[in-house]
């Protein structure tokens, strides 16, 4: 990355990381995906019950790997228990992972689901979350971070999902209601009251979609 670019990402992400915490919850900054995955570990402790949302963040920073092959319970919605069992199991557990489609400079995360098991996790549930968010998701304000979650995130969701609506075909929102559509539930996220309960970790890196 260009000493330039990463030089910026930092002085952004300090700026970030203040409306973080002015809305009661802790923001950390990472160099490198390395750091990001070190900082997240140092969160969870050994023995901690762990689920997730569908994140690639947390893939992509080796975290999810770490969880599996460590000292954790972690639910895998892949696994041996039924996906409805291990989707409920998930919002008793101490840690879930996350990532965020959009966060705005002052701190406020937008996240779009289409089954909600993710939105309603980071809303309520799971004891502590953990967001890991590239700096490549940092919008100006709320309504940029909305359109960059419906016009960046949700086509490219779509595709991976190999989901047939209409954003597939033209690379952006069409405001659909196709029975394929994962825009279903949208979540704004701008205070806690819990405090502390959702770590952010911003990561001088592309991440995710």
Do not use: W
């Amino acid at each position: 990355m260009n000493e330039c670019i990463k030089n910026r990402n930092e002085k952004l992400a300090q700026k970030v990381i203040k409306g973080i915490e002015s809305r009661n919850m802790k923001g950390y900054y990472a160099k490198d995906k390395e750091e990001a995955l070190n900082i997240a570990l140092n969160l969870i402790p050994e023995g901690s019950s762990i689920s997730k949302g569908g994140t690639m963040s947390a893939n992509e920073i080796g975290l999810v790997e770490a969880l599996k092959n460590g000292n954790y319970n972690y639910i895998n919605k892949d696994g041996k228990l039924e996906k409805r069992a291990a989707m409920l199991a998930g919002y008793d557990a101490d840690y879930y992972l996350t990532s965020a489609n959009a966060i705005t400079e002052d701190g406020v995360m937008v996240n779009i689901d289409g089954n909600s098991n993710r939105v309603s996790a980071i809303a309520q549930g799971p004891k502590h979350v953990v967001v890991i968010v590239g700096m490549n998701k940092i919008c100006n304000d709320v309504d940029s971070a909305m359109k960059r979650a419906r016009n960046v995130a949700a086509p490219i969701n779509a595709q991976r999902f190999e989901l047939s609506t209409p954003c597939v075909k033209t690379g952006s929102c069409m405001n659909c209601k196709s029975p394929d559509t994962i825009c279903c539930q949208f979540l704004i996220t701008r205070y806690s009251r819990h405090k502390d309960r959702i770590h952010v970790i911003l990561v001088n890196d592309t991440l995710g979609f």
